[in-house]
């Protein structure tokens, strides 16, 4: 029965809105079922150390290998994750997943830092602490071979207990990153108190940091800033060498982008890791 003003529009509207929930119905129940059936899978992306050229840490993105869509992008499905509470059990796979293969590497005389990117919604549930432990304990990676990624966003939601449970993971000795910075508007205030080790600097800096005036400027000045703070930085989608050269006259730690290698499945990265080695070796 349409409403007697607009009727249409507002049949057009509420169909819009049935469309979209049933969407979003069918696509909860393909993601619980592929969590079950083992469809998510890690992919990694090294960053890269450019003093020395040495790759010694990666970034784990959550892949879906969806049977009729093929691979899946987290931007689809981790927002929806996150509003159902699959995030909790996505995250720990995710850290079960990167803990077995940075051990792995390890044991294959290739230490590699893996860093495991976590959702707010999923650090509200309370059990991280206790849940990285575990992951910790029954996997046997040492601690400061597993990183925590958490977007300058996220980190103002709550702040006050994020800090606490934070300080908890480093005194863990796991390494806290935050990511996507620049674009959370943090005050400084609070990122002195913020436990991290490290900040990653958002691609959208890098994109034009070559030619853009301002973005150099705000590039230089996370840098200075970071430094002074005795962080670690970290450029993000670093695609050309323009974009490298820049940060390397520019004093950024470590760089990670398409120009180095795309996140790709564990044995591929391990073939890149030979080979990168190899090859620096040579030189
Ligand atoms: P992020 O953590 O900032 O990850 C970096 C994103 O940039 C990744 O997209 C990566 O594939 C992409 N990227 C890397 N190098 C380049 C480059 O040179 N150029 C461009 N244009 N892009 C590059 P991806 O894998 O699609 O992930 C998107 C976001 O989804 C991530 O952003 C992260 O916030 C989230 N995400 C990924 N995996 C997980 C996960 O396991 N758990 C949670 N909670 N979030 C995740
Ligand atoms: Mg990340
Ligand atoms: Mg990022
Ligand atoms: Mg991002």
Redesign the pocket.
Known sequence: QAKHLGGDTFQFYNNQLQASTLERLQLEQQLRRAIEEGQLQ??Y?PKLTLSDGVVRSA?????WNHPQRGLV???EF?PLAEETGL?GV??EM?LQQACEQALLWLQQGMPIRVS????VS?VRQGNLVTLVQDVLKKTGLPAYLLEL?L?ESQMLENAESIIATFKQLRELGVHLAI??FGTGYSSLSYLKRFPANSV?ID?SFIRDVAENHEDAAITRAIIAMAHGLNLLVVA????TQAQMDFLHANLCDEV????IC??VAAEQFTEFLLAHTAAATES
Not at 59 to 63: C, N, Q
Not at 116 to 119: E, G, I, K, Q
Not at 236 to 239: A, L
Not at 256 to 259: A, D, E, H
């Open positions: 890690a992919y992306q970034e784990a993105l959550v892949r992008s987290p931007g981790i995030i996505i995250s995710m495991v990117n976590l959702s999923h990624e977007t990511d996507d990653k691609q993000e989608g670093v695609e990670q982008g398409y120009l795309r996140p």
